[in-house]
């Protein structure tokens, strides 16, 4: 398999992961601070990374340089993730799901603007297609749904970790300097915890964590371990073998997953024009799987 091969299929386990955080998140979002949970969660998925990179790469002193890197990314990926559970308070999770759609564009202007990877036209296209499917997903096929759509308070919230999202995306590319993907991870989940144990202290103490809800418990151990490390590091795998955008651009297929994963928890399934959107995504897809033809010479990295 081709590292280029092997980003895609990151992705697309990233990419299931990662919409179970979305409905989990709104089960527990009322339940806990938004800091609180979001600085547990980095400290388990920290002890995760931490003891995997030991197992196999383990943790060289060079990756040690220039800490200040881990910071940053740290700082980003917190902010996404505070962000994202102050929005689900009220925001439903199919919405903030479409929100999230928004990511691949402004993450292709992110690696624009920081590592002038070019967006082609076959991506654009792609990008294009995905967004539309989704969007016909996340509404279920239901136009007077789409005509009638106002934008809430929690989808604004979201909406600016998603900028967050978008940053750190193109910016691991920028500050690695050849570690190992779970290595690189590693210290970002690091110092994203000192910063949200630092700025969330007060929650953090003022949390009962003894007698927390059960689906609280639950919701952090999956967040932790699927929807922050394993997909931390498959998403930190993936950028290093993939241009921004179509990393990305697997975030179209959250939606579909999310509406998986609602009902997997008991809610109604969605029409069969929904079928539609989903196929839209797969096709969108297809198209960043196929090599550019004619690549631009300013392009830097790999199709």
Request: aromatic fraction near 10%.
């Amino acid at each position: 398999m081709s590292p280029q091969a092997q980003g895609h299929l990151a992705m697309l386990v990233f990419s299931a992961l990662v919409a179970g955080s979305f409905s989990l998140g709104s089960l527990v979002a009322n339940q806990i601070a938004p800091e609180a949970l979001t600085a547990a969660r980095f400290l388990i998925a920290s002890v995760v990374i931490g003891v995997t990179a030991l197992m196999t790469t383990g943790l060289p002193r060079n990756a040690a340089q220039a800490p200040w890197r881990y910071l940053v990314l740290g700082g980003l990926f917190a902010a996404y993730f505070v962000l994202m559970f102050h929005g689900l308070k009220t925001a439903p999770p199919v919405s903030a799901a479409a929100v999230f759609t928004l990511t691949p564009v402004m993450s292709a202007v992110a690696g624009w603007v920081l590592l002038r990877q070019i967006t082609t036209p076959r991506m654009a296209l792609a990008l294009t297609v995905g967004a539309v499917g989704a969007l016909w997903v996340i509404f279920r096929a239901d136009w007077q749904a789409i005509t009638a759509f106002q934008i809430g308070g929690g989808e604004i919230i979201y909406f600016w970790g998603c900028i967050a999202h978008a940053i750190y995306t193109p910016m691991v590319r920028k500050l690695n300097r050849g570690e190992p993907a779970v290595v690189f991870s590693f210290g970002t989940m690091v110092a994203g915890c000192i910063l949200l144990t630092l700025y969330g202290w007060s929650d953090i103490r003022a949390t009962d964590w003894v007698n927390l809800p059960l689906i609280v418990w639950v919701g952090l151990l999956y967040l932790s371990i699927f929807a922050t490390a394993v997909s931390f590091v498959l998403v930190q795998f993936a950028t290093l073998r993939l241009p921004s955008a179509k990393v990305m651009a697997y975030t179209y297929l959250t939606p579909s997953w999310v509406i998986l994963w609602e009902i997997g928890l008991g809610q109604q399934p969605p029409p069969l024009l929904v079928v539609v959107g989903a196929i839209l995504t797969v096709v969108a897809l297809v198209l960043l799987l196929k090599t550019e033809e004619q690549r631009r010479t300013t392009n830097p990295v790999p199709e």
